[in-house]
């Protein structure tokens, strides 16, 4: 089993960016799909973006496509999500989620999916 934690989010202006990490340990983290979900307050939480930790195609959110971005630091064995041209719907608290990769992108959306979480990070997007 992986340990994630997540750091990064913040308060920014709408339109600013943030660039969110997921520091993974534990396990072996090239067997997992790791992702970022997202729940407003209020809201269930709902996948943004998520890939294989070593290679293949990313999936995403159609509100995330063109203004996020993810990327890997395998030496630090850190997932990142950047965000661009924030807006306040995009307020809320961000979770960095894993899974042990079956070979099968079908269900990866799906919170219900995920073994591992770590513990959120809060972005709040001012207007």
């Known amino acids: 089993q992986v340990t994630l934690v997540e750091s990064g989010g913040g308060l920014v202006q709408a339109g600013g960016s943030l660039s969110l990490s997921c520091v993974i340990s534990?396990?072996?983290?090239?067997?997992?799909?790791i992702a970022w979900f997202r729940q407003a307050l209020g809201k269930e939480r709902e996948f943004v973006a998520g890939?294989?930790?070593?290679?293949?195609?990313?999936q995403w959110a159609d509100f995330a496509k063109d203004r996020f971005a993810i990327s890997r630091d395998f030496v630090k064995k850190t997932f990142f999500l950047q965000m661009y041209s924030l807006k306040p719907e995009d307020t809320a608290v961000y979770y960095c989620?894993?899974?042990?990769?079956?070979?099968?992108?079908?269900?990866?959306?799906?919170?219900?999916?995920?073994?591992?979480w770590g513990q959120g990070t809060q972005v709040t997007v001012s207007s």
């Open positions: 890939a294989r930790w070593t290679t293949g195609p990313t």
């Open positions: 534990g396990g072996t983290v090239s067997y997992y799909y």
């Open positions: 989620a894993a899974v042990r990769f079956a070979g099968d992108y079908s269900g990866l959306d799906s919170s219900k999916t995920y073994t591992n």
